[in-house]
């Protein structure tokens, strides 16, 4: 059953996308004067330059953090959706100590990633703290605290290492000591690429590996069954959230010293929520994220293309990300089929046993 379970997650998956693709297709078909070279532009346009395909993997540097963290959070069952706080203000924190700290080169870079690691572990427990004081809901909490993160970040920003000289509301400029290297000269792929891998592969460890992982899966699966099994729910429900919180805060560190000059965020990144849709494409297993992650950001990079090389607009993702997010999510989605390889599969069983 388990291997029927694992092959009906991803054929539910695998159809999500694909009729996402075909809607977006058909909507472009139907709306431009010139669909062919538009479906070429989206399907393709990222392959035809190695720019392009730079801006793939720049858009996937970030959404590997923030999609790690959430599997990590979402697997102890805790709808915690601070990512995209932690992922935020983890950035704030970077550009504080980045621009008010003086250290040696690689030095620097290290103490601004932990204090964003930090923040985004102070950031993700908060919600867990709420639900097992008070029993809040995590969904509700973690919203509420994103716009806390917001306004907290914009005021660091806004009146503590603002750059009056900018000509718009941004920190002062982040010192050459502080900035991740670049690792390709056409591109802005940075040393952040091989941070996010490690992590990955940490993470892989940890969530599918460890005991400490195994204790997370079941509290998520069945918190009452890990309780009497003599698991540490509360404690193993603190320590993926703060995890979870940390690897987001880690990336909007990273996202910061390794793109950016200075940070120029008006508005919440919507990375944390990328974060989301990548851990759920990828089952919460991180060993998928890469593909989910690479998918997302070429879907992106195509969309950007084809905005700029015709009359459909880059609003055309979102459609697409909505209706993959509603299949997926929906609970009964393909439900027959499975009942009925279920029925088919156990009636083979019983007629080879009588065999």
Known sequence: MNNLEKQFKLIRIFVAISSALVLALLIILFTTSDP????????IGPLTTARRMGNVIELMIPLLFTGVGVSIMFSAGQVNLSSEGAFFLGGVAAAYVAVSILLPMGIHPIAAIAAGGLVGAIVGVIPALLFLKFNALPVVSSLMLNYICLFLGLYVINYLIIDPQAG????????????????FPVTRIHFGLFIAIFVLVIGYLFLMKSKWGYSIRIIGKNPNFAKYSGVKVAYYILLSQLLGGAIAGMGGAIEQLGIYNRFQYQRLSGHGFDGILVAILAGYNPKLIPLATFFLAYIRTGADIMSRTSDVPIELILIIQAVIIVFVAAERFLEGWKHKTIVKRSKEALVAEEV
Not at 168 to 183: G, T, V
């Open 36 to 43: 062919f070279q538009t479906m070429f532009d989206f399907l």
């Open 168 to 183: 718009f509301l941004a920190s002062l400029e982040y010192p050459q000591s502080s900035l991740l290297p670049k690792l």
